[in-house]
C-alpha cells in the first residue's frame, strides 16, 4: 500500500515539474496548445500545481473547498466561481490566493476545457 502511495506520488510530483519545465522552455504567446485541453493532461495538473496546497487532500487553508477531484471542482466551474477565481474578476476572491496570477495559457487551458463541457476525460 506504501508503495502505491509512493508511486501516486511520484506522478504527481514528476508531472507538476514537467508542466514548471514546459512553461519555462516554451514561454512565448502563441505555443499554448488548447486543442487538447483534457481533464487529466491539462486541468488536473494546473490544479495540482497551483490550488491543491490549499484546495487538495487534508490541506485546511483553502475554506474546505476539495477542488483536487473531478467531482470537487466541477462544483466550482458550475457555479462559474473556477473562472471568475482564476481570471480575477473581482466576484470571487482572485486565485491562487496570496501568489501570482495563472499563466494566460494556463487560463485558455482551463477555459478550452470547459468550453468544451468540463468532461472527465
Ligand atoms: C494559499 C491558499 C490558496 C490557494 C493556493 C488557492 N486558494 Fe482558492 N481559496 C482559498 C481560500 C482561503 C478561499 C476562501 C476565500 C473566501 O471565500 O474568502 C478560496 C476560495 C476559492 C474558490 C471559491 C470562491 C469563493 O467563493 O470564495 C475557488 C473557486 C477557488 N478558491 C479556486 C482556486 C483555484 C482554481 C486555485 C489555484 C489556481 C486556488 N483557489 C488556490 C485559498 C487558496
Redesign the pocket.
Known sequence: MKFICLIALSIILLSSCYYDKAQLIYPAAGTCDTTSANYSTKVAP??SA??A???GGTAT???G?K?DNYTGLKI?VGNG??L???NQTGV??A?????GK?TDCEISQITAWINAGALNN
Open positions: 494546473i490544479i497551483n490550488c496546497v490549499c484546495h487553508a483553502g475554506a473547498i477542488l466550482y466561481q473556477l471568475n477565481s482564476i470571487v476572491p486565485m491562487p490566493l496570496s501568489a495563472l
